[in-house]
């Protein structure tokens, strides 16, 4: 049963950049037509999404945080990485990682339980 | 860029009734259309997918319609654990961008 579990520093300082991991179980990150993205909500609003990394070593990102988004895959450790650059307190929220699955539309299931990033000085 | 619009904000209902969620979007995304649930404190759980279709393990009386730009989830009878909030979401061909609603709220009335 593929299980996601979201890992990284909970406090991250403006402008630094935020390094978040989500590891992978019970299917290998590298699988045939593989789709890993993430998602946030900051606290006591909606969801967000970030980006999403396909097979093809493709990144889709939001528009609105295009620039800041870097997602790679780490097949070694069967993990997923988001990098995002010039953080700024707009930034702090519960980011989650989920698969986009390709049998339901690329409807992100399952979803990690989710790590809150704060950020602050 | 798509946006989707959710209606009502909040839904104030008993259990056993029946809750209809509208997700509305600024242009056709076809069937993309997915629905989900968040309880306080957990992370979304995948309800609806391609409009129409219930996820691995989801309740009959979940259920989704419409296509193009007007969608609705149906829960057909309330029961207690599905008092929570609500997202639609919606993915674009080409670029694949993937978009949310900004939620409706399911309370006890």
């Known amino acids: 049963q593929l299980q996601l579990q979201e890992s990284g520093p909970g406090l991250v300082k403006p402008s630094e950049t935020l390094s978040l991991f989500c590891t992978v179980s019970?299917?290998?990150?590298?699988?045939?037509?593989?789709?890993w993205g993430w998602i946030r909500q900051p606290p006591g609003r909606g969801l967000e999404w970030i980006g999403t990394?396909?097979?093809?070593?493709?990144?889709y990102s939001n528009p609105s945080l295009e620039s800041r988004v870097t997602i790679s895959v780490d097949t070694s450790k069967n993990q997923f990485s988001l990098k995002l650059s010039s953080v700024t307190a707009a930034d702090t929220a519960v980011y989650y990682c989920?698969?986009?699955?390709?049998?339901?539309?690329?409807?992100?299931?399952?979803w990690g339980q989710g790590t809150l990033v704060t950020v602050s000085s | 860029e798509i946006v989707l619009t959710q209606s009502p904000a909040t839904l104030s209902l008993s259990p056993g009734e029946r809750a209809t969620l509208s997700c509305r979007a600024s242009q056709s995304v076809i069937d993309y259309l997915a629905w989900y649930q968040q309880k306080p404190g957990q992370a979304p759980r995948l309800l609806i997918y391609?409009?129409?279709n219930r996820a691995t393990g989801i309740p009959a009386r979940f259920s989704g319609s419409g296509s193009g730009t007007d969608f609705t989830l149906t829960i057909s009878s309330l029961e207690p654990e599905d008092f929570a909030v609500y997202y639609c979401q919606q993915r674009s061909n080409w670029p694949p961008t993937w978009t949310f609603g900004q939620g409706t709220k399911v309370e006890i009335k």
């Open positions: 391609d409009a129409s």
């Open positions: 989920a698969r986009p699955l390709p049998v339901a539309g690329l409807a992100f299931a399952p």
């Open positions: 990394l396909s097979y093809t070593g493709s990144t």
């Open positions: 019970g299917v290998s990150v590298s699988s045939s037509q593989y789709y």
